[in-house]
């Protein structure tokens, strides 16, 4: 089903062949970038680094180039979990990364400091995003059974749609996070 908004109310719509179809789309067009990244990162997880430097060393090495002495570079568990946390200064690198003297292993950790690097220089977007991350625990959570919850009134209550409106700004509260990401990962 999809939702049309009129400023009065809203009501839902049949789900036509052609939204269905670019729907698919989207999925399929999400499932090929991630299966590019992992393909891509094992692809030169077999490639050393000339400097034969771990992805530690490189984290460590870009921090201190760009005078960053506050952030510390440690080892997380999982695959491809690497991350930055504003909150505590952490470049957080999977084992693969951290260990890994691999043009995969410095291409990761040199990504996550970037974002070191973004919050030292107070990056507009980086800040805005990090604003926005308590509202979008809230709305990822609560949006879908909020919906869920607005499309059961509308059908037991009588037509009101207020409770399907809150779900569905909920949902754009996630949206305008992922939009707001792009800028930050570029």
């Not at 009588?158 to 990401?181: D, E, H, P, Q, Y």
Request: charged content about 10%; aromatic content about 8%.
């Amino acid at each position: 089903m999809l939702f049309e908004i009129n400023f009065t109310k809203i009501k839902i719509i049949r789900m036509t062949p052609g939204i269905m179809m670019i729907s698919v789309i989207f999925m399929l067009l999400g499932m090929l970038v991630q299966f590019r990244l992992k393909s891509k990162f094992s692809q030169y997880s077999k490639v050393p680094t000339s400097s034969g430097m771990s992805g530690k060393e490189v984290a460590e090495k870009m921090l201190k180039d760009n005078g960053i002495y506050d952030v510390q570079v440690l080892s997380a568990s999982g695959f491809l979990s690497d991350h930055y946390n504003p909150v505590n200064k952490t470049v957080n690198l999977s084992p693969d990364v951290y260990q890994g003297q691999t043009v995969s292993a410095a291409a990761v950790a040199a990504h996550e400091c970037g974002h070191a690097v973004q919050h030292a220089t107070a990056y507009n977007m980086l800040m805005l995003r990090s604003k926005l991350v308590p509202a979008v625990q809230i709305s990822s959570t609560l949006s879908q059974w909020v919906i869920l919850a607005g499309i059961g009134m509308m059908g037991f209550g009588g037509g009101n749609t207020t409770v399907l409106l809150v779900g569905i700004i909920l949902f754009a509260v996630s949206t305008l996070f992922s939009v707001i990401t792009l800028p930050v990962e570029f």
